[in-house]
């Protein structure tokens, strides 16, 4: 199973990502190993993870999420806003 999630950086940037343990990447990312984008940005916070299913449709719904503008993320964090499937 994969999973989408969000992570909000110390300066309040969001970051979207696919994993099939979204713990383990996490702290892959914590540790300053994985995404490049957030080595240095620590604290981060796990703000939002949804299963989604096979690999093909988690890059697909990655990719249409990190295309949604900033107020339309923090919505879909909030509940407000339904995946963009």
Known sequence: MWYLYLVRCHDG???TGISTDVDRR????AGNRGARRLRGRGPLHLV???AIGDRSLASRIEY???R???E?????IA???QLPL
């Open 26 to 29: 996490l702290s892959m990312h």
């Open 79 to 81: 509940g407000n806003l």
């Open 13 to 15: 940037s969001l970051y």
């Open 72 to 76: 339309d993320k923090e919505r879909l």
């Open 64 to 66: 249409r999420v990190k």
């Open 68 to 70: 949604l503008s900033r």
């Open 48 to 50: 939002y993870a949804r």
